[in-house]
Nanobody
Framework: QVQLVESGGGLVQPGGSLRLSCVAS????????MAWHRQAPGKQRELVAT???????NYADSAKGRFTISRDNFKNTVPLQMNNLKPDDTGVYYC???????????WGQGIQVTVSS
């Protein structure tokens, strides 16, 4: 099973930036589609961005133009650069791995992002 560990969360003011990172434990990382999700207090977990092993990306409407997902298949990492953060971006962010368009097969433990003045 793929083990995923997120890092880079914290407290940031509105308009600020954060860079999350997810490190995967497996050497076959490059074959997985990777994704970032978030769960705001009292809400369901929602998909934020995905990146296929070929590097094709997809974003939730709320993330388009502000967030950038990428991957380094040699370091087994999936960064999520978040710019112009808004209070609505507050939540626990999770990294996931999946095969193709299937359901996630592994989740990270989650990391808190708080956008507040």
């Amino acid at each position: 099973q793929v083990q995923l560990v997120e890092s880079g969360g914290g407290l940031v003011q509105p308009g600020g930036s954060l860079r999350l990172s997810c490190v995967a434990s497996t050497s076959i990382f490059r074959t997985y589609t990777m994704a970032w999700h978030r769960q705001a207090p009292g809400k369901q977990r929602e998909l934020v961005a995905t990146i296929t092993y070929q590097g094709r990306t997809n974003y939730a409407d709320s993330a388009k133009g502000r967030f950038t997902i990428s991957r380094d298949n040699f370091k087994n990492t999936v960064p999520l650069q978040m710019n112009n953060l808004k209070p609505d971006d507050t939540g626990v962010y999770y990294c996931s791995a999946q095969i193709g368009s299937g359901l996630p097969i592994s989740w990270g433990q989650g990391i808190q992002v708080t956008v507040s003045s």
